[in-house]
C-alpha cells in the first residue's frame, strides 16, 4: 500500500531555515508528481508546492522564492526546503500523492516559527 512518512519538522526563529523530508513507498516515484500541504491550527488544508516527474515545480504565492521543492528519485523521497521562515508558516506540513483517484497523505510534520 501507498504509504508517506514526513520528517524534518520542528521549532525554528524567524528568518531560518527548516528541511522537510517524504519518503514514499508503494508507488512507482519516479512517474508520479508530488504535493507539500500545510494546515494551520483554524485554517483548511493548503497546497504549498509542487512537482511533476518531469521535475517541473509549482509554488504558493506565499512561499514563492523561499521555499524550493525537489524529488530524489533513487530514494523515493521529495523534500521541501524552508528558508526565510515567517510565523505565519507555523503549521503541519503534509506530503501527498495522487493515485488511481485517490489521495493519500503521510502523518504530517509540525513546523513552529517563533518571532
Known amino acids: 500500500q501507498v504509504q508517506l512518512v514526513e520528517s524534518g519538522g520542528g521549532l525554528v526563529q524567524s528568518g531560518g531555515s527548516l528541511r522537510l523530508s517524504c519518503a514514499a513507498s508503494?508507488?512507482?516515484?519516479?512517474?508520479?508528481?508530488m504535493y507539500w500541504y500545510r494546515q494551520a491550527p483554524g485554517k483548511q488544508r493548503e497546497l504549498v508546492a509542487s512537482i511533476t516527474r518531469g521535475d517541473s515545480t509549482n509554488y504558493a504565492g506565499s512561499v514563492k522564492g523561499r521555499f524550493t521543492i525537489s524529488r530524489d528519485n533513487a530514494q523515493n523521497t521529495v523534500y521541501l526546503q524552508m528558508n526565510s521562515l515567517k510565523p505565519e508558516d507555523t503549521a503541519v506540513y503534509y506530503c501527498n500523492v495522487q493515485r488511481l483517484g485517490h489521495s493519500f497523505w503521510g502523518q504530517g510534520t509540525q513546523v513552529t516559527v517563533s518571532s
Open positions: 508503494g508507488i512507482v516515484f519516479s512517474i508520479t508528481s
